[in-house]
């Protein structure tokens, strides 16, 4: 038909560990979640068949239920099986630079919620960093793997650095330009958000164990939440009956951490870290645990939202 011109292509903007990002409009990005999996902040070079549609299907499911808790997000439709419509806001590593009173700009940070003695948090412990008393804890009381905390954990990491790193709270406004009382509203909205996510989770037989969310101030100076979060790759649950039982049962790639712990690999990377040494390149998983890394992402998508996986994305990364 003549006279009429075709949409604007979408504009590739940056490609995160598991998604590339693309400008659809200047108020609207696409997330397209690839099949690719990271740990310690390094990529993997292995693909793990539909990763991303599980993450993009989770992702969309936890969007919809804080519209149901009156909680804002940036999340607007799935316009794919791997693919997620977004409002688009500034990623400055300084929001400074934006003026005095910056809107619609990402919050640099990546804010973490703990309810059970896990993940690092466990590391911390066991190499002295973080004694009881620090995690409310009786002073001396000897810690467990997997005991619930008597209060929830709040800490703040960098977002936009090559490595997260430990943030005090002085330190997250500083690099932020949050005011404290936008920090603690941010905080209770994390604590509404997870309460509702571990009601709508525990008839599945899952516990919420930890995770981090990431926020950004929209246009109306208003904290939202952005990327994505209550999946595997952000989140860690437990299978309950197994907990009752004493055995913590992972449903996160925890155990892909597992693995290269195992193999000596982190230990190497800690190393070069600490020494400012050139980072060792991290290996491939081996075939069998690919397969096993891609049942666990089927299976979560499954017990987080109740509903069953069925494939309608290609397997392969990067999608079109």
Same mark, same amino acid.
């Given at each position: 038909?003549?006279?009429?011109?075709?949409?604007?292509?979408?504009?590739?903007?940056?490609?995160?560990?598991?998604?590339?990002? =693309?400008?659809?409009?200047?108020?609207?990005?696409?997330?397209?979640?690839?099949?690719?999996?990271?740990?310690?902040?390094?990529?993997?070079?292995?693909?793990?068949?539909?990763?991303?549609?599980?993450?993009?299907?989770?992702?969309?499911?936890?969007?919809?239920?804080?519209?149901?808790?009156?909680?804002?997000?940036?999340?607007?439709?799935?316009?794919?099986?791997?693919?997620?419509?977004?409002?688009?806001?500034?990623?400055?590593?300084?929001?400074?630079?934006?003026?005095?009173?910056?809107?619609?700009?990402?919050?640099?940070?990546?804010?973490?919620?703990?309810?059970?003695?896990?993940?690092?948090?466990?590391?911390?412990?066991?190499?002295?960093?973080?004694?009881?008393?620090?995690?409310?804890?009786?002073?001396?009381?000897?810690? /467990?793997?997997?005991?619930?905390?008597?209060?929830?954990?709040?800490?703040? +990491?960098?977002?936009?650095?090559?490595?997260?790193?430990?943030?005090?709270?002085?330190?997250?406004?500083?690099?932020?330009?949050?005011?404290?009382?936008?920090?603690?509203?941010?905080?209770?909205?994390?604590?509404?958000?997870?309460?509702?996510?571990?009601?709508?989770?525990?008839?599945?037989?899952?516990?919420?164990?930890?995770?981090?969310?990431?926020?950004?101030?929209?246009?109306?100076?208003?904290?939202?939440?952005?990327?994505?979060?209550? +999946?595997?790759?952000?989140?860690?649950?437990?299978?309950?009956?197994?907990?009752?039982?004493?055995?913590?049962?992972?449903?996160?790639?925890?155990?892909?951490?597992?693995?290269?712990?195992?193999?000596? =690999?982190?230990?190497?990377?800690?190393?070069?870290?600490?020494?400012?040494?050139?980072?060792?390149?991290?290996?491939?998983?081996?075939?069998?645990?690919?397969?096993?890394?891609? /049942?666990?992402?089927?299976?979560?998508? +499954?017990?987080?939202?109740?509903?069953?996986? +069925?494939?309608?994305?290609?397997?392969?990364?990067?999608?079109?």
């Amino acid at each position: 038909m003549t006279g009429m011109s075709s949409p604007a292509p979408a504009q590739y903007l940056r490609r995160g560990k598991v998604k590339e990002v =693309y400008a659809i409009s200047p108020t609207e990005l696409e997330f397209r979640f690839t099949n690719d999996i990271s740990v310690f902040d390094k990529h993997i070079p292995s693909e793990i068949p539909y990763k991303g549609e599980t993450l993009a299907g989770t992702a969309e499911y936890w969007f919809r239920l804080c519209s149901k808790i009156g909680v804002r997000h940036h999340f607007i439709a799935l316009s794919g099986p791997t693919r997620m419509r977004v409002r688009r806001v500034q990623v400055v590593p300084n929001p400074r630079v934006l003026g005095p009173s910056p809107k619609n700009f990402l919050v640099p940070l990546e804010l973490i919620v703990r309810y059970y003695l896990a993940g690092s948090m466990w590391d911390r412990v066991k190499a002295g960093k973080v004694s009881a008393a620090d995690l409310g804890f009786p002073s001396g009381k000897e810690l /467990r793997y997997g005991e619930r905390l008597p209060d929830p954990h709040f800490e703040v +990491t960098t977002k936009l650095e090559p490595v997260d790193r430990l943030l005090t709270t002085d330190e997250a406004l500083q690099l932020s330009t949050l005011d404290r009382a936008t920090l603690d509203g941010i905080r209770e909205t994390i604590f509404k958000i997870d309460h509702a996510m571990q009601k709508d989770i525990a008839p599945r037989g899952l516990l919420h164990v930890d995770g981090k969310k990431e926020f950004a101030i929209d246009a109306e100076g208003v904290p939202m939440v952005v990327d994505t979060f209550g +999946t595997a790759d952000e989140d860690r649950f437990w299978d309950s009956d197994a907990y009752e039982r004493g055995r913590p049962v992972e449903f996160s790639k925890e155990f892909v951490r597992q693995h290269y712990r195992s193999t000596g =690999y982190y230990t190497a990377l800690l190393e070069a870290r600490k020494n400012g040494t050139p980072e060792p390149d991290i290996p491939p998983l081996p075939p069998l645990l690919v397969d096993e890394v891609s /049942r666990l992402y089927t299976t979560v998508y +499954t017990r987080l939202t109740g509903r069953p996986f +069925t494939p309608t994305a290609s397997v392969r990364s990067s999608p079109a």
